[in-house]
C-alpha cells in the first residue's frame, strides 16, 4: 500500500539517500532507527517531496509519483495522502488549537468550516485536548503541542502518518504519553512510519523496523529479528550502544 | 524684519488648507507601496522566476538614487518620449514616484518579516497540501504582518515627509502652499515655521498611534 522505490536525495553535491526502498502495508507500523545524520529525516521529507528527491518512486494507496516527472498536480495529491508529525511540533502559530487542526480539512480538502470544525473537536477531545481548543501554541506545552499536532494529523484521514521523533524534544515526564497515544494510533490500525530512538516503543508496537545508515537501509526486519538476532555488523553496534 | 506672530498664525490655517493634497499624496502612495513591497518581498521569499530578478533591480535603483532625481528624471524625463507622462498631473506623478520609492524600501522590511518566520510551520503547511500562496496568506503574512508593522509604519512617516519634495513639480500641498504664500510676503520665516509645525503635529499624533499599536503587535500570539 506504501511503497518506496530506489529513493535518492542529494543536496547539492552531498548525496544524502543513495537507493532507499521499502514497503508497508496498511494497518503496519515501521520504526526507523539509525544513527544521527544518517537520513531518516530525509527520507521522511523526499516521501512527501518537501525535499524533491533527485529519483525514485513513492507510492501511497492508488498515488504513485515519480521523482522525474513529478507534477505540482500529482505532488498535491500525494501530500493529501499523508500527515507529519514534526519533533519540534510546528504548529501554526498564528493559530490556536482548534484552528491548527482544522486548517487542511478547510483549505485542501475544502470540507465546510463547520464540518472541519466537528471533525476536529472530535479529534482533540480523542487525543485530550478539548479544554484547550482555544489557546494558542505558545501557551502549550510541548507535550500539548505535539497532541495537537497529532490531532492535525489525523484530521486528514491520512492513508499513514510520518512522525519524526514526535518525542526527542519533550520533557521525560511528557514522553510516556505521548507513546501511549501513538500506540492507540497503532492498536486502531492507523498505518505509521515512525523515526524514533525510542527502542521500547519500536519492540512493543512496530510491526516493521528500518536501521538506516549512510543514506541506505543497512537492515530490515521485525522487531523481533532486530532485538533478538541482528545480523548487520552496524546494527548490531548500533543496538549495543543504545540499549 | 522682524517676528510676526500674527502673521504666523495666519499661515497656519491658510497652509494647512491644502493638507487634503498631503493627505491625498501619503495615502495613495502609503496603499502602493505596501502593494509593491509586498510583491517584491513575495517575489524573492519563494524565488518567483522573472519576477524576482525584475524586483531585485528595481530596488536596487529606487534605493541606491534619491527621491528628487527620480522625481525629475519620471516627470521630465520620461515626459520626453511619453505623451502619457507629458499629460499627467504634477499630484498623479508625485504619487507614482513616491509609490515607487517607497515600494522598494517597504518590499525589503516586509522581506525580512517574512524570513522572521520559522520556517518548521511552513513546512508542515506544505506537507499537508496548501499552496505557497494560502500558506502566505493564512500563516506567514499574519505573522510577518506583527513583525513588520514598526518599520512599515516608519516608511509611512517618511512617506509622510517625501510627499513635500512633490512641489518642485508644481503640487500644491502643504510645502507648495508655503512656497506659494512665501512668494508674495518673502516672509520665509513664519511661513516656513508655520509649515513644519503642521508637519511636527502630523507625524507626533501618529507617533502616539504607532505606540498604541505597537503594543498590540508585541502582544503576539
Ligand atoms: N537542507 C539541507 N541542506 C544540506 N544538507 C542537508 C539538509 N538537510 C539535511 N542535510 C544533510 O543530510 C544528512 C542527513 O540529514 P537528516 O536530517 O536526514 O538525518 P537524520 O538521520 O534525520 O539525523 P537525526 O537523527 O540527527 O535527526 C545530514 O548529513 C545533513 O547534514
Ligand atoms: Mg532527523
Known amino acids: ?243 | 524684519m522682524v517676528f510676526d506672530p500674527m502673521y504666523f498664525l495666519e499661515m497656519i490655517p491658510t497652509i494647512a488648507q491644502a493638507l487634503n493634497v498631503t493627505a491625498f499624496l501619503s495615502i495613495v502612495a502609503l496603499v502602493f507601496s505596501l502593494l509593491i513591497g509586498a510583491v517584491a518581498a513575495v517575489a524573492e521569499y519563494y524565488k518567483i522566476a522573472v519576477l524576482n530578478p525584475i524586483c531585485r533591480v528595481y530596488i536596487s535603483i529606487f534605493r541606491g538614487t534619491p527621491l528628487l532625481p527620480q522625481l525629475f528624471f519620471f516627470y521630465f524625463g520620461i515626459a520626453y518620449f511619453s505623451d502619457f507622462v507629458r499629460e499627467m498631473s504634477p499630484v498623479t506623478a508625485s504619487a507614482i514616484v513616491l509609490s515607487l520609492n517607497m515600494g522598494a524600501y517597504m518590499a525589503e522590511n516586509i522581506r525580512g518579516a517574512l524570513l522572521s518566520v520559522d520556517g518548521g510551520q511552513i513546512e508542515a503547511a506544505f506537507s499537508f497540501g496548501m499552496s505557497r500562496f494560502q500558506t502566505m496568506t493564512r500563516i506567514i503574512a499574519p505573522q510577518a504582518l506583527r513583525v513588520a508593522f514598526p518599520s512599515l509604519f516608519n516608511n509611512f512617516i517618511d512617506l509622510i515627509k517625501g510627499s513635500s519634495i512633490s512641489f518642485v513639480v508644481g503640487v500644491v500641498d502643504i510645502m507648495g502652499q508655503a512656497k506659494l504664500e512665501a512668494a508674495i510676503t518673502f516672509r520665509f520665516f513664519e511661513v516656513y515655521a508655520a509649515v513644519m509645525l503642521i508637519y511636527w503635529v502630523i507625524i507626533t499624533l501618529l507617533g502616539l498611534v504607532q505606540k498604541r499599536i505597537e503594543l498590540w503587535c508585541n502582544a503576539a500570539y
Do not use: C, W
Not at chain 1, 103 to 111: G, S
Not at chain 1, 220 to 237: C, M, S, V, Y
Open chain 1, 1 to 243: 500500500m506504501i511503497k518506496v522505490e530506489d529513493l535518492y536525495v542529494e543536496f547539492g553535491a552531498t548525496k544524502v539517500l543513495n537507493g532507499v526502498s521499502f514497503e508497508i502495508e496498511q494497518g503496519d507500523v515501521l520504526a526507523i532507527i539509525g544513527p544521527s545524520g544518517t537520513g531518516k529525516s530525509t527520507l521522511l521529507r523526499g516521501m512527501n517531496f518537501l525535499i524533491p528527491p533527485k529519483k525514485g518512486r513513492v507510492t501511497v494507496g492508488d498515488v504513485t509519483v515519480d521523482a522525474e516527472r513529478a507534477s505540482k498536480k500529482q505532488i498535491k495529491a500525494l501530500r493529501e495522502q499523508m500527515a507529519m508529525v514534526y519533533q519540534n511540533y510546528n504548529l501554526y502559530k498564528n493559530m490556536t488549537a482548534l484552528q491548527n487542526v482544522m486548517e487542511a480539512l478547510v483549505t485542501v480538502h475544502h470540507k465546510s468550516k463547520k464540518e472541519a470544525e466537528e471533525i476536529s473537536l472530535g479529534l482533540l477531545e480523542k487525543v485530550g485536548m478539548s479544554d484547550r481548543k482555544d489557546f494558542y501554541p505558545s501557551r502549550l506545552s510541548g507535550g500539548q503541542q505535539q497532541r495537537v499536532g497529532i490531532a492535525r494529523a489525523l484530521a486528514v484521514n491520512p492513508k499513514v502518518i510520518l512522525f519524526d521523533e514526535p518525542t526527542s524534544a519533550l520533557d521525560p515526564e511528557m514522553v510516556g504519553d505521548i507513546l501511549e497515544l501513538m500506540k492507540q494510533l497503532a492498536e486502531s490500525g492507523m498505518t505509521m512510519i515512525v523515526v524514533t530512538h525510542e527502542m521500547g516503543f519500536a519492540r512493543e508496537v512496530a510491526t516493521k523496523m528500518i536501521f538506516m545508515d549512510g543514506g541506505v537501509i543497512r537492515e530490515a526486519g521485525t522487531p523481533k529479528e532486530f532485538f533478538e538476532n541482528p545480523k548487520d555488523q552496524r546494527l548490531k553496534e548500533f543496538m549495543s550502544k543504545i540499549l
